[in-house]
T-cell receptor, first 113, second 114 residues
């Protein structure tokens, strides 16, 4: 089955800096790559996703890039703010599982003032 | 606005008890999922369902079963609770067959088995 690895497990940045979180996946047939943000005590919520026919997607300060050849995808947050502090999860949907997602182990992002 | 609700936020059960966790979604979604979330392990899929009365095993189904008698409701059953099932349990739902779409999560149930 699909295996997703996520790095780093913790990330501390100064307010205004950029943050990058990287994930690799194993199933070359995977075609959907969402990113979820989970604030402390709250449910995970989708912040951005990308499908395999696209190399990059942007939404304001957040962008995701996908390299299908290397089987990795990354989340980029620019001009970080304290409210960006949360746990971020990447995920991949393998072709065999339809709507099934395999999640990475999460990155605790801390934005310091 | 999609709403996914779970029957309890916190639950304490004894070893060997049968435990039911309920999830309800109000958006007529075909797909429903049960995950457990443990520190450092991310979200791991226990079971999912793509239609009423249909179910498929996820990555860690051992010790769990599920039931989906109605489209809006998906239940997770711990047949005989054990201490290693102490965890946060998250339910999710999504629309559609075929191509994957956003999963909407419930607030979670923190289960403690003593």
């Amino acid at each position: 089955g699909e295996n997703v690895e996520q790095h780093p497990s913790t990330l501390s940045v100064q307010e205004g800096d950029s943050a990058v979180i990287k994930c690799t996946y194993s199933d070359s047939a995977s075609n959907y790559f969402p990113w979820y943000k989970q604030e402390l005590g709250k449910r995970p919520q989708l912040i951005i996703d990308i499908r395999s026919n696209v190399g990059e997607k942007k939404d304001q300060r957040i962008a995701v890039t996908l390299n299908k050849t290397a089987k990795h995808f990354s989340l980029h947050i620019t001009e970080t703010q304290p409210e960006d502090s949360a746990v971020y999860f990447c995920a991949a949907s393998g072709a065999g599982g339809g709507n099934k997602l395999t999640f990475g182990t999460g990155t605790q992002l801390k934005v310091e003032l | 606005d999609v709403k996914v609700t779970q029957s309890s936020r916190y639950l304490v059960k004894r070893t060997g008890e049968k435990v039911f966790l309920e999830c309800v979604q109000d958006m007529d979604h075909e797909n429903m999922f049960w995950y457990r979330q443990d520190p450092g392990l991310g979200l791991r899929l226990i079971y999912f369902s793509y239609d009423v009365k249909m179910k498929e095993k996820g990555d860690i189904p051992e010790g769990y079963s599920v039931s989906r008698e109605k489209k809006e409701r998906f239940s997770l059953i711990l047949e005989s609770a054990s201490t290693n099932q102490t965890s946060m349990y998250l339910c999710a739902s999504s629309v559609g067959y075929g191509a994957p779409y956003e999963q909407y999560f419930g607030p979670g149930t923190r289960l403690t088995v003593t």
